[in-house]
């Protein structure tokens, strides 16, 4: 079973930053493919930004905001979310095994983190 161990994340200002760290205790058959989702209270869970291999992809509202990179030799991943804002506020899970659709967007992962906080205040 693949485990997922994130770090990271707490009480961070308005406008500041902060960076996200996820490792993988194993590589999956399906090769290298991690990425973070969020979920705000009262909201439904967010795809924000995935890694494959060296492509990326980020949700429209986190572009140019945050940056997702990542070790594939040492499963890790990570991201940088700069310029942080009140509505950023969430889990954030780091996912591996990602799950895409045709059009080109995640949906899904075989394996989940436990998650971790996000909070900005404003």
């Known amino acids: 079973q693949v485990q997922l161990v994130e770090s990271g994340g707490g009480l961070v200002q308005a406008v500041g930053s902060s960076r996200l760290s996820c490792a993988a205790s194993e590589r999956t058959f399906g090769g290298y493919s991690m990425g973070w989702v969020r979920q705000a209270p009262g909201k439904e869970s967010e795809f924000v930004a995935a890694?494959?291999?060296?492509?990326?992809y980020y949700e429209d509202s986190v572009k140019g905001q945050f940056t997702i990179s990542g070790d594939n030799a040492k499963n890790t991943v990570f991201m940088q979310m700069n310029s942080l804002k009140p509505e950023d506020t969430a889990v954030y899970y780091c996912a591996s095994d990602l799950l895409r659709r045709r059009s080109g967007t995640y949906y899904g992962a075989s394996y989940w983190g436990q998650g971790t906080q996000v909070t900005v205040s404003s």
């Open positions: 890694i494959v291999w060296s492509s990326t």
